[in-house]
Structure formats: structure tokens, C-alpha cells
């Protein structure tokens, strides 16, 4: 019983460990727009956020696949 709840919750953990990065990119475009760092007339406000979320996105999946690659040992 409670090796199942310890590998739940290692489960868990790793899949938050590896959705942080995500999670930071969208905060700060929350942040750039809440500050109003960029407004609406701001140049390449689209490819910029696009690009944040790409890095982002592109290291959630980094992490995903490190830690695939480390159970399959």
C-alpha cells in the first residue's frame, strides 16, 4: 500500500517538475500584460508571445523526455 502511494506520488511530482516550465512562460505573459509592459500597439507582440510560449513549451517537453528516458533504465 504505501509503495503505491509513494509511486503515485513520485508520478506526480515528475509531472509537475516537468509542466513548470509551461507554467513560468505563461505567467509571464500574464505578467507582461498585467504590468502593461506591452500594450495592443506594442511591434511583434504576437511572435513574441508565440515564442515564449514555443520555449516554454519546447522545454516542458525536454524535461518529459528526460525523465522518460531515465525510468526506462
Known amino acids: 500500500?504505501?509503495?503505491?502511494?509513494?509511486?503515485?506520488?513520485?508520478?506526480?511530482l515528475e509531472v509537475a517538475i516537468a509542466v513548470t516550465p509551461w507554467v513560468i512562460s505563461m505567467y509571464v505573459l500574464y505578467w507582461l500584460d498585467y504590468a502593461e509592459i506591452w500594450t495592443n500597439e506594442t511591434a511583434h507582440r504576437g511572435k513574441i508571445a508565440v515564442a515564449i510560449l514555443a520555449v516554454g513549451m519546447?522545454?516542458?517537453?525536454?524535461v518529459q523526455s528526460h525523465i522518460a528516458k531515465r525510468q526506462q533504465r
Do not use: D, N, Q
Not at 509503495?3 to 506526480?12: F, G, V
Not at 519546447?58 to 525536454?62: D, I, R
Open 1 to 12: 500500500m504505501l509503495s503505491a502511494l509513494r509511486i503515485k506520488t513520485r508520478c506526480a
Open 58 to 62: 519546447g522545454l516542458s517537453f525536454l
